[in-house]
T-cell receptor, first 117, second 114 residues
């Protein structure tokens, strides 16, 4: 089974702090994604990456950046945390890079619930 | 542009009765469609997917969904609800026209009453 591991289950940070959310997958997937989940809004894509050192903006990238130095690891960075970034963050991965296998489902981690005070 | 609309934010059914969770989509390309389930404090788990083969798709735990192009719908059904089905369900769409960008609906919370 594919395993996507998010390093923290719960995080509490202060406004203005720099926050790192880490995600590791163990199935050699090319694609990795960061979503945030808010009640009534579903999942919204923040950033995704289809290869090492490659990144693409999703629908709501403002206030976030990402890093993908190794294939298995995709980090989400909040440069200066704000209270409106309090949310559940979900990491996902899927096989096949680029435009191939567009129908491969996503495999999700269990999420990191971030509270910014 | 692509979008997914889940028509009900909450659905409540009695144990043993049928489940219907509705999903409509909009897509400029031939879409792949998915249903995911999320139990409390967990990530999303794939229930089933449609990828232009059979229009009636069977998934895990007795769920199935039917792709209806004329109605742009992909509703999720189960003949008999079980208490363990209580969860949040997300419909999602992926287009064939580009990278694997997935659009999710806003979710439907299913309550199962004993």
């Amino acid at each position: 089974d594919v395993k996507v591991t998010q390093s923290s289950r719960y995080l509490v940070k202060r406004t203005g702090e720099k926050v790192f959310l880490e995600c590791v997958q163990d199935m050699d997937h090319e694609n990795m994604f960061w979503y945030r989940q808010d009640p009534g809004l579903g999942l919204r894509l923040i950033y995704f990456s289809y290869d090492v050192k490659m990144k693409e903006k999703g629908d709501i990238p403002e206030g976030y950046s990402v890093s993908r130095e190794k294939k298995e690891r995709f980090s989400l960075i909040l440069e200066s945390a704000s209270t409106n970034q309090t949310s559940m963050y979900l990491c996902a991965s899927s096989p096949s890079g680029g435009r191939v296998s567009y129908n491969s489902p996503l495999h999700f981690g269990n999420g990191t619930r971030l509270t910014v005070t | 542009a692509q979008s997914v609309t889940q028509l009900d934010s909450h659905v409540s059914v009695s144990e043993g009765t049928p489940v219907l969770l509705r999903c409509n989509y909009s897509s400029s390309y031939s879409p792949s469609l998915f249903w995911y389930v999320q139990h409390p404090n967990k990530g999303l788990q794939l229930l089933l997917k449609y990828t232009s083969a059979a229009t009636l798709v069977k998934g895990i735990n007795g769920f199935e969904a039917e792709f209806k192009k004329s109605e742009t719908s992909f509703h999720l059904t189960k003949p008999s609800a079980h208490m363990s089905d209580a969860a949040e369900y997300f419909c999602a769409l992926m287009n064939s026209g580009g990278y694997q960008k997935v659009t999710f609906g806003t979710g439907t919370k299913l309550q199962v009453i004993p």
